[in-house]
């Protein structure tokens, strides 16, 4: 039976605060902002918690910018991707696993377009065996129905067993005990549990501790 792990990608695999603080300086470099434009804008991101058709409207109206939201969206799905990082000891911890005989995939919520290109722009799509992408699918975490899907593209199956990892509690962790995998949670360093969302199996800071941890319980 294939041993399977999904991941998540934004802020599991590569970091997308990071990535995003870097997009929003460009943006509001090129069209002369001013101060405090920048902080705003990740603010109001919410760490990738505001729907991003949101975020482009409100970004629109308090800068009053003549392009409509739709085409600033587009410019961001067209340039985030190639600031996002995959870190080269995940990169290399990913390797590891698959040489140990694991099937690995990606599991993500997004725009495919946008989605996609940071997997291969990162160099994770050399690294993984498959990926599931929301916008591509049409369906969303925390449904198991994206977590079936990447087990299938990864040659695997839910009904044997593994793992997921990722950083939100509802969508990678509840999403993940629901489709029957066992759960590790990357908090980043910097949050709490929440109260009313069963714990993981297993909560670290980050996703290379979690690979440790997935390889002593082979």
Not at 117 to 125: D, P, Y
Request: proline content about 4%; glycine content about 12%.
């Amino acid at each position: 039976m294939r041993r399977l792990v999904l991941f998540d990608l934004d802020n599991t695999l590569v970091d997308r605060l990071d990535a995003f603080r870097r997009w929003v300086r460009e943006f509001a470099d090129r069209r002369g902002l001013g101060d405090g434009a920048v902080e705003w804008m990740v603010r109001l991101d919410g760490d990738g918690g505001l729907p991003m058709d949101v975020f482009f409207g409100r970004v629109r109206e308090r800068f009053s910018l003549p392009e409509p939201a739709e085409e600033l969206w587009e410019e961001y799905r067209d340039g985030m991707p190639r600031l996002v990082v995959c870190r080269e000891p995940v990169l290399r911890a990913l390797e590891g696993l698959r040489d140990a005989g694991w099937r690995i995939g990606v599991v993500t919520n997004g725009m495919e377009d946008n989605q996609l290109r940071k997997i291969r722009w990162s160099g994770l799509a050399e690294r993984v065996d498959g990926w599931a992408i929301s916008g591509a699918e049409g369906v969303r975490k925390p449904d198991a129905r994206l977590f079936a899907i990447a087990a299938e593209r990864c040659g695997a199956r839910l009904g044997g067993g593994g793992w997921v990892v990722g950083d939100d509690p509802v969508n990678d962790v509840a999403g993940g005990r629901a489709a029957g995998l066992r759960t590790v949670w990357v908090d980043r360093g910097m949050q709490a549990w929440p109260s009313d969302v069963a714990a993981p199996d297993h909560a670290v800071a980050d996703v290379e501790r979690a690979i440790e941890v997935i390889t002593a319980s082979a």
